[in-house]
Nanobody
Framework: EVRLVESGGGLVQVGGSLKLSCAAS????????IAWLRQAPGKEREAVVC????????YYPDSVKGRFTVSSDNAKNTVYLQMDSLKPEDTADYYC????????????????????WGEGTQVTVSS
């Protein structure tokens, strides 16, 4: 059974940084797409990054490009989301999710494509 556990959320001031972690376990295949998604109050869930564990392809939407960076530690089966230059509009619940796949495609980097989900971690950016 695939299990994803997020950590690292919290309260940060505008312009600050935060690093989220997603500990993954239970994968039974080699090719997966890992995503970080977020959902702000009253808004739809949206992806902030997708990354392939096979070819390292990534996709970032314009809203976070240049500010958010995904990385991974394969030895720890952990995917990280480094968030810099945080803005109030980054306030949301952040989720780690996964689905089988080899290459990241923008059209498939979204909540509907994900099969496995963590419980989420809350990020609040205060002004």
């Amino acid at each position: 059974e695939v299990r994803l556990v997020e950590s690292g959320g919290g309260l940060v001031q505008v312009g600050g940084s935060l690093k989220l972690s997603c500990a993954a376990s239970g994968f039974t295949h080699d090719d997966y797409i890992i995503a970080w998604l977020r959902q702000a109050p009253g808004k739809e869930r949206e992806a902030v990054v997708c990354v392939s564990n096979s070819d390292n392809s990534t996709y970032y939407p314009d809203s976070v490009k240049g500010r958010f960076t995904v990385s991974s530690d394969n030895a720890k089966n952990t995917v990280y989301l480094q968030m810099d230059s945080l803005k109030p509009e980054d306030t949301a619940d952040y989720y780690c999710a996964a689905t089988r796949g080899h290459t990241v495609f923008e059209a498939l980097c979204g909540p509907a494509a994900m099969d496995y989900w963590g419980e989420g971690t809350q990020v609040t950016v205060s002004s």
